[in-house]
Nanobody
């Protein structure tokens, strides 16, 4: 089982940047796909993006341009860089670790979530 611990959230002014981190336990990190979702109050959960074990990356349609996902297998860590932050980016951001069954993706574990608040 994989434990995921998130950090890097906080209060940021519009136009600023944040880098969120998600650290996994164990020795099998490099075999997992790692994803990011976000949940804002009174809004549906949104797919932010996912980086596969081979390094390929997929972003949600509304996330392209200001969001960058990367991973450092030596540190068992996946990152979400958010640039040019807007108030609409305010949400709880969740990381997940998963795998594929055929072409279907299954999230096997979730981080605790971290709050990102964008406000003056």
């Amino acid at each position: 089982q994989v434990d995921l611990v998130q950090s890097g959230g906080g209060l940021v002014q519009p136009g600023g940047s944040l880098r969120l981190s998600c650290v996994a336990s164990g020795s099998d990190f490099s075999t997992y796909a790692m994803g990011w979702d976000r949940q804002a109050p009174e809004k549906q959960r949104e797919f932010v993006g996912r980086i596969n074990s081979d390094g390929t990356i997929t972003y949600g349609d509304s996330m392209k341009g200001r969001f960058t996902i990367s991973r450092d297998n030596a540190k068992n860590t996946v990152y979400l860089q958010i640039d040019s932050l807007k108030p609409e980016d305010t949400a709880v951001y969740f990381c997940n670790a998963g795998s594929y069954s055929g072409n279907l993706y299954y999230a096997r574990g979730w981080g605790q979530g971290t709050q990102v608040t964008v406000s003056s």
